[in-house]
Structure formats: C-alpha cells, structure tokens
C-alpha cells in the first residue's frame, strides 16, 4: 500500500474514532477531511516559519506562534525524544478552525536556552510545568487550552491538576501521567520493567556518554520502538533530530529519567509541588485522553486512570497503526480532540 493511501486511510479512522466519542461533550463530529499533502521536510522551523523567542522564568523559549492574536489559546507540548515538529499537521488544523497556538520548545531541546550557566540543569516533572505557567506569563496568557504527548501529556497534566485557573481543558496523550518518586519505588513485574530499558542504560554514566555520543541513533530506535507502524522518513527525523543538538538536551534528559528513579535530586523550591503531586491529585477541567491502537511504549491502561478526571471526560482510542507520537501519526485525530473539548468546555 502507497504511503499516500496509508496516511488517508489513517486520517479517516481517525476521525471515526472521534465520531463515536464526539458525542460525550456535545458535539456534533467533524467530516472527514480531503486528504492533504504532507508538509515539506525541510529544516528546523521549515513547517512553521520563523520561531518567537521570549525570556520566561530561567529560559529564553523559542515557541511557534500561530493564528489569530485574539483567538483562544492552545498550548501544545511535545514530548521525549521528539521535538515542536510533531504538530507540524494539528498547527494549521486548529489555526483554521480560529485558535492561537503556542508551541515551545521544551527546556534542553532546540533554541530554547537557559539564561545562565549556573541554573541547575533539571528535569524533574513540576520544573517542566512551571516552565510552562511562567511561559504563559510572560506571553500575558491568562487561560489555555492545553494538549500534549510524552513528557508534554505529564505537563499539561500537572498544569490541569495543579493550576485549574489556568487551564480550560486538556487533551493528554496515554491519560493521567503524573508520576511521583516514592510510587516509583515499586518494582514492576519483569516484563513490565523490561519496557523500561532505557531508564536503567540512563542510570549509569556509560548510559549518559552513550546518549550524548548517539542521540540521533537512539532518538530513532525509541521512534521505531514506539510507533511500530509509522514510516516516518529520513528527511522527517532528521528535522525532529536536530532539536536534540541543544546543549542542555543530554544533561536534563538524563536527570528526568534518573530523578523519576531517586538517583538525582530535584530542586527544593519545587518540594512543595512534588508533594501535591505525590498524592495524585485529579484533574477537574473537562478533558479527552487519547491513545493509540499501537502505542510501543510503555504506557497504562485507560481504565486505570479514568477516575482521576473527575470533570467532563471522554476517552478515545485512535486505530490503525497509530503509535507513540499521535499527533503527528494522526494530526486530524488529535486536532479533532482539542476542538471538541474546548468547544464542550
């Protein structure tokens, strides 16, 4: 099958899944969309044009943003190791549909950088979110729309738990994320531990050298891992890749992976927030958790999370071959989920 078929035949089991779901906030589902051309697979920025930069708490951010000033806000989160890249598709969907989207580069990835060299280079889970309330500060957004994968889902989820006055709803990728050190103290059935390879190789320095020597190689088995059935191309990656060039990339992927672990500490002006988050606090603001039907990594059940969203919530389940990073393996899925839960909020 050519791969123009297999990205159309995506795009409309996709927007069925949303179909049978829509009707959990109300809203009518959208028809299905023509197929489009994909995006040109040029480098960094190609797919949006030239990137914002603004200071915002230790970073200076390098952000996409898109559409209508006065539009509602919605703030999409990429995950580990992928880059703004995986929204390349949901952007120009949800900018004609009337919103403002921001899209950061995550602290450690692309041109986003810290303002001095003596901040401590952290990845522990409540920095990440408070990057992202300080973003919104700095950009004067009072209220957003937030929508994320991997490391981003966590943080939209943190955002949504901790912070509902800034949040209007959330789309979260594999659901409820939030994490806590002392849950993580719990070993898991070998199998399940197995998963989580990566994680022990990041424990050890031979783990961190190894990460800094081949982090394109190993960005991409953690593609083909985790999203089985996407055929990305060469010219794809290497555009996400190059984001994993920044300076900091290595040293805050290894601390949030060894922080989650108790092998590095945190930070203690964020003590606090890791207790909040250490007692699984729900979310209230209304939301749709997404997954897809052929998710490689590790990654829970819906119905062990699903009654931490204690406000409007619906859940769907992507099919076709869709994997990891599902807004860019079903951009009309994921950009679907937004508009609804917004327009349902």
Avoid at 269 to 298: C, H, M, Q, W
Wanted: with cysteine; charged share 20%; hydrophobic share 45%.
């Amino acid at each position: 099958m050519s791969d123009t078929l297999v990205h159309s035949r995506r795009r409309l089991l996709s927007v069925a899944a949303g179909t049978l779901a829509a009707a959990s906030f109300g809203i009518a589902a959208p028809a299905a969309a023509e197929p489009k051309p994909a995006p040109a697979k040029a480098g960094v920025g190609a797919a949006f044009g030239p990137l914002d930069h603004i200071v915002a708490g230790p970073l200076n951010v390098a952000y996409v943003d898109a559409g209508p000033k006065a539009g509602p806000v919605v703030i999409l989160l990429h995950g580990w190791p992928y880059d703004i890249h995986a929204f390349a598709e949901v952007v120009p969907i949800l900018v004609g549909s009337g919103y403002r989207i921001v899209v950061p580069y995550l602290r450690g990835y692309g041109d986003t950088r810290f303002l001095s060299s003596d901040t401590i280079r952290n990845g522990q889970q409540a920095a990440l979110a408070v990057d992202i309330i300080d973003l919104m500060d700095a950009l004067k957004i009072e209220r957003a729309h937030l929508a994320g994968f991997d490391w981003g889902a966590r943080t939209a989820d943190i955002i949504a738990a901790l912070w509902p006055q800034r949040c209007l709803s959330l789309v979260s990728v594999s659901g409820y994320l939030i994490g806590s050190q002392a849950a993580n103290e719990t070993p898991l059935p070998p199998k399940a531990e197995l998963q989580w390879w990566y994680q022990y190789y990041f424990a050890t320095e031979r783990g961190r050298a190894g990460y800094d020597k081949y982090r394109a190689e190993f960005a991409r088995l953690i593609w083909q891992l985790a999203s089985p059935h996407w055929a990305f191309d060469d010219a794809t990656f290497a555009r996400s890749a190059a984001a994993f060039d920044n300076p900091d990339h290595v040293a805050i992927s290894i601390h949030n992976y060894r922080w989650r672990l108790g092998l590095a500490e945190g930070e203690a002006k964020y003590d606090d927030l890791e207790r909040k988050l250490s007692a699984f606090p729900a979310v209230t603001v209304p939301t749709i958790t997404l997954e897809g039907d052929a998710n490689g990594a590790p990654h829970p059940p819906p119905a062990s999370y699903a009654k931490k969203f204690t406000g409007k919530y619906a859940h769907r389940l992507i099919t076709g071959g869709i994997g990891h990073n599902l807004p860019q393996e079903a951009p009309q899925a994921f950009a679907t989920a937004i508009i609804d839960v917004a327009g349902g909020g």
